[in-house]
Nanobody
Framework: QVQLVESGGGLVQPGGSLRLSCAAS????????MGWYRQAPGKQRELVAS???????NYADSVKGRFTISRDNAKNTVYLRMNSLKPEDTAVYYC?????????WGQGTQVTVSS
């Protein structure tokens, strides 16, 4: 069974940091570009960051300079380092291939930024 399992979310104060992890199992994802997505209450899911197989990264304007996506192909894992978190970053965060594939959506990990 192919799975992407997100972890590392939690409650953090504004200005704080978190590192999210996405562990893949069932197949190797080193051949895929990968992305982190998020969905806030009442909003559509959006792409936050992506990374190609070669390591080229792209970010949504709202997180540029604050978030860093990386990957460890040996561990079949993708990370999202989030610094200077803002209340508007509150959302459920998901990883998936980029472009996303329906069958790989997991449960996500909740990130709440609040004082």
């Amino acid at each position: 069974q192919v799975q992407l399992v997100e972890s590392g979310g939690g409650l953090v104060q504004p200005g704080g940091s978190l590192r999210l992890s996405c562990a893949a199992s069932g197949r190797r994802f080193s051949i895929n570009a990968m992305g982190w997505y998020r969905q806030a209450p009442g909003k559509q899911r959006e792409l936050v960051a992506s990374i190609t197989t070669g390591g080229t990264t792209n970010y949504a304007d709202s997180v540029k300079g604050r978030f860093t996506i990386s990957r460890d192909n040996a561990k079949n894992t993708v990370y999202l380092r989030m610094n200077s978190l803002k209340p508007e970053d509150t959302a459920v965060y998901y990883c998936n291939t980029y472009p996303s594939q329906y069958e790989y959506w997991g449960q996500g990990t909740q990130v709440t930024v609040s004082s």
